[in-house]
Nanobody, 121 residues
């Protein structure tokens, strides 16, 4: 069974920083990548950043240069360092993992429950 648990959210003033964590368990050897998404009230969930099993990364234009994604494979944990936060970064942040579909691997996307980030001006 795949389980993702986010932590590290909170309230911060504009210009501040937060570091989100996502702990993963279950089928970790099947993992292709892990990602962060966010959803603000009244808006659709949007992509923030992803990191592949080989360490390559991608970012949404809105967070490029301010956010840094990383992973500690030994701890099965992914991080999102968020600097220079803006009020428009306010959202629920979700962790997602994409698993391969082959022998012993179930395939598909799995989501965490989310952690709230609130940035005040």
């Amino acid at each position: 069974q795949v389980q993702l648990v986010e932590s590290g959210g909170g309230s911060v003033q504009a210009g501040g920083s937060l570091r989100l964590s996502c702990g993963a368990s279950g089928y970790t050897r099947c993992r292709i990548n892990m990602s962060w998404y966010r959803q603000a009230p009244g808006k659709e969930r949007e992509f923030v950043s992803t990191i592949d099993s080989d360490g390559s990364t991608q970012y949404a234009d809105s967070v490029e240069g301010r956010f840094t994604i990383s992973q500690d494979n030994g701890k099965n944990t992914m991080y999102l360092q968020m600097n220079s936060l803006k009020p428009e970064d306010t959202a629920m942040y979700y962790c997602k993992t994409f698993l391969a579909r082959w022998v012993g691997c179930p395939g598909g996307d799995y989501w965490g429950q989310g952690t709230q980030v609130t940035v005040s001006s």
